[in-house]
Every structure is written in C-alpha cells, then in structure tokens.
C-alpha cells in the first residue's frame, strides 16, 4: 500500500504479526467521497487497532510505543484472562508494561474506569509518569484525551476516551474503600497486605458498566455453553504484578 500525504495515519504494515496478505494490498477508502474519507479511515484504523486484531498496531500508532515480543505476549494474556499475575525480574519492566496496558484498555473500551493501586503511592505515581510520558510523546493520543494526566498529591487522574484512570494511595485501605473500577492494576503485589486486598481491593471490582445490560446477557446465554478462544475477557479484571516472593 503506497503511503499518502492526504491519508490521516501512515502505518508500516511490514514488520506487522499475523497479518493477511490481502491487507497489504487492499485501500478500504477507494472510491469513498472526499467528505467521507476522513471518517471512514479512521474506522478501519480502529479496526486494525482492535484487541481482535491487532494490539501491536493500536498501541504502536495510537501510543507511539514499540513492543518486543515478550510484550506483546503480556499485553495479549491481560487482555484474554481475568486475573492474570505478572511475574518478572526487577527492571524488566512491569510498571511500563501496566501503564502500556491501561491506556489501551481505555481507548479500545470507552467508558471504563481503571484503577491503579500499590503497595506505595510512589509506586503508582511511577505507572502514572509512564501513561504521562506516553501522553506527552503521542499526537493520536492527545487528541482522543478528555484532559492530560494530571497528578496529585492524593490521587492521580486522566481520561480518555470517557474513560478515566486513576491512581489511588493504598494505605491501610479505609480512606478508598468505596471506590469502584472495572479493571483493577496492582503493582507490586508481594507488598500489599492480603487482608487489604481482600476486603478493599477486590472491592472495587464489585461495579458494571451496564449492569441491565448484564444481567440479561446472563438470561439470554445461561443455558448456552461459555465461549472459547475470544481475544478479550469479559467483565471486570483484576491484574497482579511484581517480582516473585
């Protein structure tokens, strides 16, 4: 596909996993009017950009941020289980892979309301300067902003695309115990007393974007069998991360 100077986005399709041959040749706004190319290429961009498709190139040209493939690989298990735990080495990386993850669960899922938590405030601030140093390094994502990242000294916020992430200090858990999220990030997870975790954090969970919603898919498909082998999990999420202990 030969890049255009009129065209909204420019992506190289190379270097791209697990994409059709077709794709490279194919233009989706051939033959669209003018005053509705803009509109149509940028669906096709969030298509491409979709959890079912292809997470590399929604983070790579919305985010600006290039992933190796152990990332990716992280990326995908967040996003397919409902509790997954990170494990890794010091340095390898988690804080960046969390704030990587809750920027684009924000922007793919309009409407939902991420929380991050840590043993330390200092280290959710930590994951908040990522997603600000993404916000300040990407053109696309400022656009799709409500407001950039703004951090506190009791809280951090930023919304996009409605939805909104936060980063709260856990402390002994009674000062956030009414707050509610549809996906929970935990930093540092060996470091959170258990007894916080199960009364405060896995609290925040107990929230749906649309609970009538839910309550009649739950009818509807009650006597069907559970799909398999979706992209992308359903409900709310709560994911673990810190070094093994």
């Given at each position: 596909?030969?890049?255009?100077?009129?065209?909204?986005?420019?992506?190289?399709?190379?270097?791209?996993?697990?994409?059709?041959?077709?794709?490279?040749?194919?233009?989706?706004?051939?033959?669209?009017?003018?005053?509705?190319?803009?509109?149509?290429?940028?669906?096709?961009?969030?298509?491409?950009?979709?959890?079912?498709?292809?997470?590399?190139?929604?983070?790579?040209?919305?985010?600006?941020?290039?992933?190796?493939?152990?990332?990716?690989?992280?990326?995908?298990?967040?996003?397919?289980?409902?509790?997954?735990?990170?494990?890794?080495?010091?340095?390898?990386?988690?804080?960046?892979?969390?704030?990587?993850?809750?920027?684009?669960?924000?922007?793919?899922?309009?409407?939902?309301?991420?929380i991050l938590?840590?043993?330390?405030?200092?280290?959710?601030?930590?994951?908040?300067?990522?997603?600000?140093?993404?916000?300040?390094?990407?053109?696309?994502?400022?656009?799709?902003?409500?407001?950039?990242?703004?951090?506190?000294?009791?809280?951090?916020?930023?919304?996009?695309?409605?939805?909104?992430?936060?980063?709260?200090?856990?402390?002994?858990?009674?000062?956030?115990?009414?707050?509610?999220?549809?996906?929970?990030?935990?930093?540092?997870?060996?470091?959170?007393?258990?007894?916080?975790?199960?009364?405060v954090i896995?609290?925040?969970?107990?929230?749906?974007?649309d609970p009538?919603?839910?309550?009649?898919?739950?009818?509807?498909?009650?006597?069907?069998?559970?799909?398999?082998?979706?992209?992308?999990?359903?409900?709310?999420?709560?994911?673990?991360?810190?070094?093994?202990?």
């Amino acid at each position: 596909m030969k890049n255009d100077s009129n065209r909204v986005f420019n992506p190289d399709y190379r270097w791209m996993p697990n994409l059709p041959e077709d794709a490279m040749l194919k233009n989706p706004i051939v033959g669209i009017p003018e005053h509705l190319k803009e509109d149509n290429e940028l669906t096709e961009f969030f298509k491409l950009s979709s959890p079912g498709y292809s997470p590399a190139f929604g983070i790579k040209y919305i985010m600006n941020v290039n992933l190796l493939d152990h990332q990716l690989s992280m990326i995908l298990a967040m996003l397919k289980f409902t509790f997954p735990m990170l494990l890794l080495s010091r340095g390898a990386g988690k804080t960046m892979m969390l704030a990587i993850y809750a920027v684009y669960h924000a922007v793919m899922f309009p409407g939902t309301r991420i929380i991050l938590v840590s043993a330390s405030f200092r280290q959710a601030k930590l994951i908040f300067s990522e997603i600000k140093t993404m916000y300040d390094n990407a053109p696309i994502l400022r656009q799709l902003s409500n407001h950039e990242p703004r951090i506190g000294n009791d809280s951090c916020k930023y919304q996009v695309c409605s939805s909104t992430i936060t980063a709260l200090p856990l402390g002994k858990g009674d000062k956030i115990r009414g707050e509610r999220g549809h996906v929970i990030l935990a930093d540092e997870f060996d470091s959170i007393d258990p007894e916080i975790f199960d009364t405060v954090i896995r609290g925040f969970g107990a929230t749906q974007s649309d609970p009538w919603q839910k309550s009649k898919d739950t009818f509807v498909n009650k006597d069907q069998d559970v799909k398999s082998g979706s992209p992308v999990s359903e409900g709310n999420k709560i994911i673990l991360a810190g070094t093994a202990g």
